[in-house]
């Protein structure tokens, strides 16, 4: 699942005990609390049908708040957003991401609606302080109408999961070797090509320098290939999709991280639940706010950065940076997670939705 899938099942699975909750969502699947009721609004999964049915939805999402008019509303995607902004509600939306991810032609649309919906609604809920100014900033919103909710975090949950056990084949591949992970999708957006190929400069230094990336995508195949074009098959493993990362975050002695740009990067949070050190390129939005909280957003600064939470490098000359990290220096003290329990978060989702 996605990251706004995650956060809406958290979510849901405790605020049951307090609301009547429904999820709705816009294809066919359940995959949610079972104790939570699920409506799919199109009984079928193409996203090309999804995209025609826009009419549609607002006709079915209409009807259902008529019969409803006491509920309160909250989209957690963008098509779903747009949906609900089209139904003339006071809308409140989600909007756990950043305007500079959208690529291309959909991006395009995407960003034009964006532009264009978004300012209507009654308010914005995102998952950091820096998208909170960047959406006010490029839409020219009241900041008043934006809200920060971040991401939950299952501290309890995450102790008794990284304390599980990993695969022997696992154990022997990083036994006595130094272990540098990362997690994330296999596709543009995540950088992983650069990491690959910044890694070779840290097994030149060090042959027991080993790499292991939780993950799969569309770009598995070409990566797989670089890696054995720069001979790494003995020091980088893409070993895919995970139920639980925690376990495998918890033997590693570093989290490396190069993505481009991210909404709100869960994968950070989850490194810094465990305590794992973190490198991680400087992106938009949200490695400051973890890494080194008290780093103004836009200042300029001198790379590699040692923040009490982990390292910035610059993407742009993300493999000398690597390489001019002094290893010893990476801090993970934990300042500020608290904000992120899901206590914390269920308390602020709380007072919005009495």
Not at 16 to 38: A, M, N, R, W
Not at 152 to 169: A, C, G, N, Y
Not at 193 to 211: E, P
């Amino acid at each position: 699942m996605g990251g706004a899938e995650r956060v809406v099942s958290e979510l849901t699975s405790r605020l049951k005990h307090k609301f009547d909750i429904e999820i709705l969502t816009l294809k066919s699947g359940k995959f949610y609390d079972p104790g939570v009721k699920q409506t799919s609004l199109l009984n079928n999964n193409s996203n090309l049908l999804m995209f025609f049915a826009f009419p549609y939805y607002v006709w079915k999402l209409r009807k259902i708040l008529k019969q409803n008019p006491d509920c309160r509303i909250v989209g957690f995607s963008e098509w779903s957003n747009f949906i609900e902004i089209f139904t003339g509600t006071a809308a409140i939306i989600v909007f756990n991401t950043t305007i500079s991810f959208f690529k291309g032609f959909k991006g395009a649309i995407y960003k034009l609606l964006i532009y264009l919906l978004y300012p209507k609604t009654r308010l914005i809920i995102v998952n950091s302080i820096e998208n909170k100014l960047d959406v006010a900033s490029r839409l020219n919103i009241d900041p008043a109408k934006i809200q920060v909710i971040y991401n939950p975090q299952d501290f309890d949950r995450i102790k008794k999961l990284k304390s599980e056990s990993v695969e022997d084949d696992f154990l022997r591949l990083i036994k006595n070797r130094r272990l540098f992970i990362s997690v994330g999708r296999f596709d543009e957006v995540k950088r992983f090509d650069i990491l690959i190929s910044a890694f070779r400069k840290l097994v030149d230094r060090d042959s027991k320098n080993v790499l292991v990336i939780l993950g799969d995508g569309t770009l598995r195949a070409e990566l797989e290939l670089l890696i054995k074009n720069l001979d790494l098959t003995a020091n980088v493993f893409l070993i895919g999709r995970k139920t639980n990362v925690f376990k495998y975050l918890n033997k590693a002695d570093y989290f490396v991280y190069s993505s481009r740009v991210e909404g709100f990067p869960n994968a950070l949070l989850e490194a810094m639940s465990v305590g794992l050190p973190i490198i991680t390129s400087d992106f938009k939005t949200g490695a400051r706010e973890l890494i080194a909280p008290n780093l103004e957003f836009n200042k300029e600064i001198k790379y590699p950065y040692y923040g009490p939470n982990g390292v910035l490098i610059s993407l742009l000359n993300f493999e000398q940076d690597l390489l001019n990290v002094t290893l010893a220096k990476v801090k993970q003290e934990r300042k500020g997670m608290e904000k992120f329990d899901i206590k914390n978060v269920i308390k602020d989702w709380t007072k919005l939705l009495i």
